[in-house]
T-cell receptor
Framework: ETGVTQSPTHLIKTRGQQVTLRCSSQ?????VSWYQQALGQGPQFIFQ???????GRGNFPPRFSGLQFPNYSSELNVNALELDDSALYLC???????????FGPGTRLTVT | QQQVKQSPQSLIVQKGGISIINCAYE??????FPWYQQFPGKGPALLIA?????SEKKEGRFTISFNKSAKQFSLHIMDSQPGDSATYFC???????????FGTGTSLTVIP
């Protein structure tokens, strides 16, 4: 069984740029959730995708957007990057929106 | 508004001792309460979880105690080991895991 994978591992961007982060869900999982974890804080829910549809969104502006593909992998896109977007971005997968979520290792984004 | 409040922020325990981390929540609609363990540079790993219809759940050295009337739950790590040194997050969710709310984390250090 393959766990949740994310790419890239690290990324450095300049303020105002756009970034795309990728997540492959655990084998058999059709639900992907994205979280932002600032240094020293708990993860903050960005949004969830279930069967290619957005299934809930946290308190993040529209410049945070996402996609889920037919193979259930997912992308997180962030436009007009701000310095405060610097964080660890985590994706978690589950089966049929069930509670048990399994996290990937995250992508460390640094905005300068 | 912090939906889940976690304490203490940091904890130092002797090897073989009991580590106790506490969380409190406000929203009575929450119906799933997991604990996650996170090592530096890694994503959170699901440790143990409880539903509000039981007051305690034990898995190996890890126990969750749940007090529905007080809206509190805690993680107890028995016979703490240096390998348990990590950051622990409590979380709460409702609506089939549509959105998780995380605590701010507890950094646990187990000294030999």
């Amino acid at each position: 069984e393959t766990g949740v994978t994310q790419s890239p591992t690290h990324l450095i961007k300049t303020r105002g740029q756009q970034v795309t982060l990728r997540c492959s869900s655990q084998s058999g999982h059709n639900t992907v959730s994205w979280y932002q974890q600032a240094l020293g804080q708990g993860p903050q829910f960005i949004f969830q995708y279930y069967r290619e549809e957005e299934n809930g969104r946290g308190n993040f502006p529209p410049r945070f957007s996402g996609l889920q593909f037919p193979n259930y992998s997912s992308e997180l896109n962030v436009n007009a990057l701000e310095l405060d977007d610097s964080a660890l971005y985590l994706c978690a997968s589950s089966w049929d929106r069930r509670y048990e979520q399994y996290f990937g290792p995250g992508t460390r984004l640094t905005v300068t | 508004q912090q939906q889940v409040k976690q304490s203490p922020q940091s904890l130092i325990v002797q090897k073989g001792g009991i580590s106790i981390i506490n969380c409190a929540y406000e929203n009575t609609a929450f119906d799933y309460f997991p604990w996650y363990q996170q090592f530096p540079g890694k994503g959170p790993a699901l440790l143990i979880a409880i539903r509000p219809d039981v007051s305690e759940k034990k898995e190996g050295r890890f126990t969750i105690s749940f007090n529905k009337s007080a809206k509190q739950f805690s993680l107890h790590i028995m016979d703490s080991q240096p390998g348990d040194s990590a950051t622990y997050f409590c979380a709460a969710s409702r609506d089939s895991g549509n959105q998780f709310y995380f605590g701010t984390g507890t950094s646990l250090t187990v000294i030999p």
